[in-house]
């Protein structure tokens, strides 16, 4: 069968594509605008988790740093050595293995007029150095000094403190009040810690909170917000800055993260498209193939069936899986069926109406001449048919006497009776005329013609219908004429028209007789 461009399944096809690619799209369109900006907000929620864990372990460290600055501050001999009471202090404290312990940098401790009483620390050759107040060897802390110094001298609360500091190098500063531990005494100085944030100490924070993580010194800025940067599919950077002192510099806190979460939740969610568009897929191919078995097929067979029906000769018949479907299909296929046998009815009762003559029920004159030429087309040389031509004696002289609805009655009972007699043996009787019948005798002989004719006008006549006014019988009679034909290059007119000439000699003879024509020579007449 010639697939149509417009055919069904093509158009389904098309719309399915269509479909197809709309919910796919739709499919990208949610994970492109409502998906991605979840994961990529989950990601943000989960850096600024990773920068507060970082800020966590450095307030850690801070507190620490508090805890110690304090616990010296607040010793006795700390304070007694500020005062200058205690000299011994320095040997028994301030050594370099106390600091490299600490993991300080410098300790700082400030008289109570806010004045360097004693510095000791690492120098920038990274020498051990300790002295009273800010001379030389002790002159590289100037500037952290004079920092703490000024600090203090803004008038701070006797509370302590600790900062990030971002210059002149990045560190951590502790400063507390030098009190006695068990008095309430005004605060006899200050002592100041300060370590460094170096990289040993950065790669301690790393291995703490598992980050990958730089400190950076920046320049302040009013904005501290997180700065995600996504370098690569599995990996990023955020960073935030952390207030730190001086307060024209910040501290900058960089973090390499993986961006496992993201891709998990992106694997997923692909995951989920792939099997979701496989779905999609197979529905709709599911729905095409059982579109193509429950409709398309069997509208292709029906699609069939009718041009069948316009091509061939004998009509197909109605293929039997549609019409014992159950479903529309099935119905539409019966009621077409049903229509076309109604159809088929109909023709078939336009044919006979047409072919029949509609008062007294026999052939009329179409199918008459149809059979006749039929017959004699199809017949061999050798074969000889017979026509006869019968016609009422006196019919006017009836139907004035006993009227035309009895003329009409007389014309039935006849053509029925000739009918019951011949039709039997294979004739056609054919009502011809007015009150005239033919009869088509294939494959008869003039003998038997004439036999079967003599037998009719007795059957006929003994019929008794009366017609009282006939100057032939006081019953109605027939006079038949007779005419064969031999050979088939003879054109039916001529059989008929000889079958009339001997009809004619029939009734010039006397009426209520046959009378037969002999073929091609009028003259032999024979008369019965
Ligand atoms: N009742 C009736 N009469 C018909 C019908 N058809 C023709 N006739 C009548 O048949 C008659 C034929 O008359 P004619 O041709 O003169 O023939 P006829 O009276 O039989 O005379 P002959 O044939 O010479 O014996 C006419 O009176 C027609 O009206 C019909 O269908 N019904």
């Not at 496992?260 to 792939?274: C, D, G, V």
């Not at 069939?304 to 529309?328: G, K, N, S, W, Y």
């Not at 009809?503 to 008369?527: C, E, H, I, S």
């Amino acid at each position: 069968m010639t697939v149509l461009k417009g055919s069904l399944r093509n158009r389904f096809l098309l719309s399915l594509c269509a479909v197809l690619c709309l919910a796919l799209l739709a499919l990208v369109a949610i994970a492109r605008f409502q998906i991605m900006p979840i994961l990529l907000e989950d990601e943000e929620a989960f850096a600024s988790a990773e920068l507060d864990r970082i800020e966590r372990a450095l307030g850690a460290e801070l507190n620490h740093m508090r805890r110690l600055v304090e616990d010296w501050a607040h010793w006795d001999d700390t304070y007694d050595f500020v005062q200058g009471l205690r000299p011994q202090y320095v040997d028994s404290n301030l050594y370099e293995s106390t600091l490299e312990t600490l993991d300080l940098e410098l300790m700082v401790f400030l008289d109570a007029s806010n004045e360097p009483y004693w510095v000791a620390g690492y120098d920038e050759h990274g020498e051990f150095v300790s002295c009273p107040g800010v001379m030389p060897p002790c002159d590289w802390a100037n500037a952290s000094i004079a920092f703490l110094s000024r600090h203090v001298a803004q008038g701070l609360e006797d509370a302590t403190y600790t900062w990030l500091l971002a210059a002149p190098g990045l560190a951590m500063v502790g400063l507390s009040p030098i009190h006695q531990s068990h008095q309430e005494t005004p605060a006899a100085g200050w002592l100041a810690m300060v370590r460094p944030l170096s990289e040993p100490w950065i790669e301690q924070l790393r291995d703490t909170t598992g980050i990958e993580l730089e400190l950076n010194p920046v320049p302040a800025q009013a904005d501290l917000a997180l700065v995600l940067e996504r370098i690569s599919p599995t990996y990023m950077t955020a960073s935030r800055l952390v207030p730190a002192l001086p307060s024209s510099h910040a501290l900058r806190i960089d973090a390499a993260l993986p961006r496992q979460r993201y891709q998990a939740s992106l694997e997923t969610f692909r995951f989920a498209l792939y099997w979701t568009s496989g779905v999609l897929i197979a529905t709709l191919l599911i729905v095409l193939w059982l579109l193509e078995r429950m409709v398309l097929l069997p509208l292709r067979q029906l699609a069939t069936f009718t041009q069948r029906l316009h091509r061939e000769a004998v009509p197909p018949a109605m293929p039997e899986p549609l019409l014992a479907r159950h479903d529309e299909i099935g119905t539409l296929s019966r009621e077409f069926r049903n229509l076309l046998d109604h159809q088929r009815q109909q023709s078939d009762l336009l044919r006979e109406l047409t072919l029949h003559d509609p008062l007294t029920g026999v052939a009329n004159r179409r199918l008459f001449d149809q059979r006749l030429t039929e017959l004699l087309h199809h017949s061999g040389t050798h074969q000889c048919h017979a026509a006869m031509m019968i016609d009422i004696d006196h019919f006017k002289l009836y139907n004035d006497h006993y009227g035309h609805q009895a003329g009409d009655a007389c014309l039935i009972t006849l053509a029925q009776h000739m009918e019951a007699q011949l039709k039997p043996l294979g004739f056609l009787v054919a009502r011809t005329g007015g009150e005239e019948f033919s009869v088509l005798l294939p494959n008869t002989s003039e003998d038997e013609a004439l036999r079967l004719a003599r037998e009719l006008l007795e059957a006929i006549e003994a019929l008794g219908l009366d017609h009282a006014t006939s100057p032939t019988s006081r019953n109605v009679t027939v006079s038949i004429g007779i005419a064969t034909q031999q050979a088939n290059t003879v054109e039916p007119g001529d059989i008929m028209r000889a079958a009339d000439q001997a009809l004619y000699q029939a009734k010039a003879n006397g009426r209520n007789r046959a009378a037969t024509y002999q073929a091609f020579d009028p003259t032999t007449v024979f008369d019965s």
